[in-house]
């Protein structure tokens, strides 16, 4: 049986799928749907997401801390262990990152007035003008990748995925048995 597609498109997911149905009927593939598609999806948006940061002079990983000291609003400015947490990056890499970021001026690394041994990385001017550049266009990207879906598509996709994430946290949490 062919994989279902409501919205007449169809994947190379939607072929692995039906082969396993063939080939194993007795299982449902179904899971295969889904997350088949996430790596897929994840890395094309890497790609494309890539070639606009680097048209911009930066690479993904600098865009990304470039980004967090941006969000995170007046001073603009974070330890690189606050980043690496916010970033989900150990803070060696971090480091890594911000000694290029700061000989491309794009940061400064400033100490805490209260504690000498804390040091902050903030924007510069050049930083901050060069992350709402590549933000705008990072974002007129993202909603180019977006347009065959319509505004209440984009929100139940959100709503899913935010589920999804918080599904698959359920289960790798110990099974509760009961005695």
């Known amino acids: ?7 007449g498109y169809r994947d190379e997911v ?4 039906d082969q396993w149905g063939r080939e194993r009927p007795d299982v449902s593939a ?3 749907a889904v997350f088949g598609r996430i790596p897929r999806i994840n890395m ?4 494309i997401l890539g070639a ?8 993904l990983a600098a865009f990304d801390v470039l980004a967090n000291l941006r969000r995170s609003g007046e001073p603009h400015r974070k330890t690189a262990g606050e980043l690496a947490e916010s970033s989900l990056l150990t803070s060696g890499g971090i480091t890594f990152r911000l000694d290029k970021m700061e000989a491309d001026g794009l ?3 400033t100490r805490s007035q209260g504690d000498r041994r804390v040091v902050y990385a903030e924007l510069t001017d050049l930083g901050l003008a060069k992350i709402d550049d590549v933000f ?3 974002l007129a990207t993202e909603h180019r990748m ?3 879906l319509d505004d209440d598509e984009k929100a139940q996709l959100a709503s899913l995925l935010r589920k999804l994430g918080a599904s698959i946290a359920h289960s790798t949490r110990p099974a509760e048995h009961a005695d």
């Open 1 to 7: 049986m062919d994989s279902a597609s409501d919205d």
């Open 14 to 17: 939607d072929e692995i799928v």
């Open 30 to 32: 179904d899971p295969i």
């Open 44 to 47: 094309a948006q890497r790609a």
């Open 52 to 59: 606009v940061h680097e048209r911009h002079g930066l690479t």
């Open 107 to 109: 940061i400064r690394r």
């Open 136 to 138: 705008a266009d990072h």
């Open 146 to 148: 977006l347009e065959l």
